[in-house]
């Protein structure tokens, strides 16, 4: 099985950053995709950021310019920097993989960390 576990998450106020990270344990044997996403109690969950296997890489309209999602292959790692944070960026937001492991593929998520910004 796969595990991932989100951290980074908090209170910060409008106009500064956060990093979120996700680590990724198991045993993976292609990664064919991760992304961030979040939801809010007045939104569906939406995606934020994604990077696939060739490197290319999606944001929402809303984040374009302001988030940056990367990994650290030697770790494991997802990140996503969140920069000039506004007060709709308040949302859990949840690490997601798209893996193979030596026994299954499919989709896997996090429990999410809450990410609150404040005036």
């Known amino acids: 099985q796969v595990q991932l576990v989100e951290s980074g998450g908090g209170v910060v106020q409008a106009g500064g950053s956060l990093r979120l990270s996700c680590a990724a344990s198991?045993?993976?044997?292609?990664?064919?995709?991760m992304g961030w996403y979040r939801q809010s109690p007045s939104k569906e969950r939406e995606l934020v950021a994604s990077?696939?296997?060739?490197?290319?890489?999606n944001y929402a309209d809303s984040v374009k310019g302001r988030f940056t999602i990367s990994r650290d292959n030697s770790k494991n790692l997802i990140y996503l920097q969140m920069n000039s944070l506004k007060r709709e960026d308040t949302a859990v937001y949840f690490c997601?993989?798209?893996?193979?492991?030596?026994?299954?593929?499919?989709?896997?998520w996090g429990k999410g960390t809450l990410v609150t910004v404040s005036s």
């Open positions: 990077l696939t296997r060739d490197g290319s890489t």
């Open positions: 198991g045993r993976i044997v292609i990664i064919h995709s």
């Open positions: 997601n993989v798209d893996v193979t492991t030596l026994g299954s593929r499919g989709p896997y």
